[in-house]
């Protein structure tokens, strides 16, 4: 294992553990002790890796409160306060969304569909900004203090820089803001539908996102929300299975899709 001061690879296994079971290892070139975990966002916590980020998961997919979280961890032997679990959720939540960011770039249909859900943050209804393709897909979301022009540019500018690339078509409803802000951020070549019936396909997307928060009675900051949504959808998005010319995925497929992506994913996050 290198070490991760000096990246030299003359490094040496060492008969010590760490308190929680992790190796330890001393580097030949600068001296330095350190253990599997040392230089990664998890080396300061004393749970293992797989414990916080399983708990962390836990809260954002499944519509569990803090303390349903402490209490499933009370099963596997470990006792965690519900405020411990709030702090592993705003430190490794937006890592969760990084990663998972970082694997739709370039993935996108060109069909989009965009649309805003209210989510209330104390006791005030705010803008969550959401898009997908033709395929149920997520392209990106935002959460907004209004529901405005400038509101709207910052979305579509949001889109095009994380994706790579610019839609042929275009669904939202009929707010006014969207109209100027698709022409002056996409340009007047792509395809402009606002009609309500048609961006029903959205309208449905955000159930999800809605009753997922429920358990948490609010949000009292800005900031935990925007970003507890944003790893919401990226990990919904992540984990969805999707139908094949058409056909309902058997339910022993999709166990084993579902399994293999909790794995890698689990996997990526504690490197």
């Not at 997919?61 to 099963?75: C, Q």
């Not at 999707?242 to 899709?257: L, N, S, Y």
Request: one cysteine or more; aromatic letters at 12%.
């Amino acid at each position: 294992m290198p070490c991760p001061r000096c990246s030299s690879k003359s490094t040496s296994k060492r008969k010590h553990r760490t308190s929680i079971g992790y190796r330890t290892y001393i580097c030949s070139n600068c001296g330095r002790r350190f253990n599997k975990r040392s230089g990664t966002p998890f080396n300061d916590l004393q749970f293992p890796t797989n414990i916080v980020l399983l708990a962390v998961l836990w809260q954002l997919r499944y519509k569990l409160s803090f303390r349903h979280v402490a209490e499933l961890l009370l099963h596997r032997g470990f006792e965690v306060s519900y405020e411990t679990i709030r702090v592993w959720e705003f430190r490794f939540a937006p890592l969760v969304s990084e990663n998972l960011r970082s694997k739709r770039r370039g993935t996108a249909g060109r069909s989009w569909y965009l649309d805003e859900a209210l989510i209330k943050v104390s006791g005030r209804w705010r803008y969550l900004y959401r898009a997908i393709d033709r395929d149920g897909n997520l392209l990106d979301s935002m959460l907004s203090e209004h529901r405005d022009k400038h509101a709207a540019r910052r979305f579509l500018r949001r889109l095009i820089d994380s994706l790579g690339q610019k839609p042929l078509r275009m669904t939202t409803d009929k707010h006014p803001a969207y109209t100027k802000a698709i022409r002056w951020i996409v340009g007047r070549k792509v395809l402009h539908r606002h009609n309500q019936y048609l961006n029903n396909r959205i309208e449905q997307d955000h159930r999800s996102i809605k009753q997922g928060y429920y358990p948490m009675l609010g949000f009292a900051k800005f900031e935990s929300a925007s970003r507890f949504c944003n790893a919401f959808d990226e990990l919904r998005n992540y984990l969805r299975v999707h139908a094949t010319d058409g056909e309902q995925v058997p339910a022993d497929v999709r166990r084993k899709i579902f399994t293999d992506k909790w794995s890698t994913l689990m996997t990526e996050l504690a490197a």
